[in-house]
């Protein structure tokens, strides 16, 4: 007899319990701080043991939809952008992406950020701004790296613009391509000084409220990287992780 079936693939019933609730969170029935029921309250309401429902809301912590408040019960919580990057970030490593993908991605997303940060910054996204200009100047003047606050001024501009979106998206992007510049400041003294200069032109654009100047500087800045790439003889087709100082995909945190 010919065998027309295969063997069903039977999701362990933990894995049931966290999809039952995510659901509940995602559709808004449970919203952020609500308290879930305890462990055993949720065994008896999924007809399930205690320790199924425990494993299930591990995974719930793991994915940043819950966490423990007072007296240890857990509440519904939505995570922040910058906490779910880690793991995209590293997918993104497993995938193998090469500098010139990510290069080509930052070329779409900077300067149109830039430009509508003009329109939508507020004085205190200003201060934060000229903040980050000045520890960059004075790390410009001692010698020291810039890479951190690199990440962080592009990441103030995004914020600027106040789109959830956009934030989720280019944040393990930047925490991969941003480092990778690293290793060329260290042998290219002017770098760091044009760095800077970059970063002033397209903040005063921001400041001023001129969108193309800020879009201009934006795209100038980015191609710089580009042709830094290239004079230093690295392979823009070469995976991302390969060339990444140890450590610098942690650097989005900044």
Not at 92 to 108: F, I, P, S
Not at 131 to 142: E, M, Q
Request: net charge negative; hydrophobic share 40%; charged share 30%.
């Amino acid at each position: 007899m010919n065998e027309c079936f295969g063997k069903i693939d039977v999701s362990p019933a933990y894995k049931v319990v966290c999809d039952a609730i995510e659901r509940q969170i995602l559709s808004g029935r449970l919203e952020e701080g609500d308290q879930l029921p305890t462990e055993t309250d949720l065994a008896s309401q999924l007809g399930v043991n205690r320790s199924t429902v425990r494993e299930g809301l591990r995974l719930l912590e793991q994915r940043g939809l819950l966490r423990r408040g007072g007296g240890r019960r857990l509440h519904v919580a939505v995570p922040r952008h910058i906490d779910m990057a880690p793991g995209l970030t590293k997918n993104l490593l497993l995938q193998k992406v090469t500098l010139r993908e990510l290069w080509e991605v930052l070329m779409m997303l900077e300067p149109p950020t830039a430009a509508q940060a003009t329109r939508t910054r507020s004085s205190a996204d200003l201060r934060a701004l000229e903040v980050n200009l000045d520890k960059t100047g004075r790390a410009v003047a001692d010698g020291e790296s810039v890479v951190g606050l690199d990440v962080e001024f592009h990441r103030l501009i995004a914020e600027a613009v106040d789109n959830r979106v956009l934030l989720l998206c280019r944040e393990p992007i930047s925490a991969l391509i941003y480092p990778s510049v690293g290793p060329i400041m260290k042998v290219n003294p002017d770098a760091a000084q044009r760095l800077l200069d970059a970063h002033t032109w397209i903040y005063e654009g921001i400041r001023d409220g001129e969108p193309a100047r800020a879009e201009t500087w934006m795209r100038k800045h980015i191609e710089d990287f580009r042709r830094a790439f290239d004079r230093n003889q690295i392979d823009m087709d070469c995976p991302v992780g390969q060339i990444l100082p140890e450590g610098g995909a942690g650097v989005s945190g900044a």
